[in-house]
């Protein structure tokens, strides 16, 4: 069963916009949570994180919220630019270098100039 | 510094072939993993392991077998590949940190 899950196949915006990406997640356990972005042909590349004792991260134009109560979390890019068009994932793990991340299915977000 | 380099990009097997998909790592991280990626399933994790010596299943491991001799190379056995084997297979190592760095990918067709 999937642990972590992101019900938006595909998004689009407009440039300049913002992009709001969701993602929900089942275990209660997981403490840590990160966001990767990937390129066609590429492997994912990190993103952003948050841990569970913060409810915000924000990194430039990047802002991840937190809502443990609602085990979802969602990515805002403020402003969206045409270069931010890849496919988003977002991942939960328990803290810990031996614990393994649960990925979600991945959104596809589409910025139009 | 090359980060997680992959071999090959590309390859085709038939069926029953084996081969193996090799994957390093120059950032001296203990913990690395192998995921495939599959359309609408996200990234599911196939293998891991902790340390040179150490390796364990994840949550699609059949079909699959690894080693880790060394800290700084995992490779990914198929040992009779099957049509379902048809993914794009990344592998993925960290350290201390919690960040991980994924290679660029091996595409694999199972003929």
């Known amino acids: 069963d999937q642990q972590v899950k992101q019900n938006s196949p595909s998004l689009s915006v407009q440039e300049g916009r913002i992009s709001i990406l969701n993602c929900d997640y089942t275990?209660?356990?997981?403490?840590?949570f990160l966001w990767y972005k990937k390129y066609p042909a590429e492997g994912p590349t990190f993103l952003i994180s948050?841990?569970?004792?913060?409810d915000k991260n924000e990194d430039g134009r990047f802002t991840v919220f937190l809502n443990k109560s609602a085990k979802h979390l969602s990515l805002h890019i403020v402003p969206s630019q045409p270069g931010d068009s890849a496919v988003y994932f977002c991942?939960?793990?328990?803290?810990?270098?031996?614990?393994?991340?649960?990925f979600g299915t991945g959104t596809s977000l589409t910025v139009i100039p | 510094n090359a980060g997680v380099t992959q071999t090959p990009k590309f390859q085709v097997l038939k069926t029953g072939q084996s081969m193996t998909l090799q994957c390093a790592q120059d950032?001296?991280?203990?913990?690395m993993s192998w995921y495939r990626q599959d359309p609408g399933m996200g990234l599911r994790l196939i293998h891991y392991?902790?340390?040179?010596?150490?390796?364990d299943q994840g949550e699609v491991p059949n079909g699959y077998n690894v080693s880790r001799s060394t800290t700084e190379d995992f490779p990914l056995r198929l040992l009779s590949a099957a049509p379902s084997q048809t993914s794009v297979y990344f592998c993925?190592?960290?350290?201390?940190?919690?960040?991980?760095?994924f290679g660029p990918g091996t595409r694999l067709l199972v003929l």
């Open positions: 993925a190592s960290r350290g201390g940190k919690e960040t991980q760095y």
């Open positions: 275990n209660s356990m997981f403490d840590y």
């Open positions: 948050i841990s569970s004792i913060k």
């Open positions: 991942a939960a793990s328990e803290m810990g270098p031996g614990n393994q991340f649960y």
């Open positions: 950032m001296n991280h203990e913990y």
């Open positions: 392991s902790v340390g040179a010596g150490i390796t």
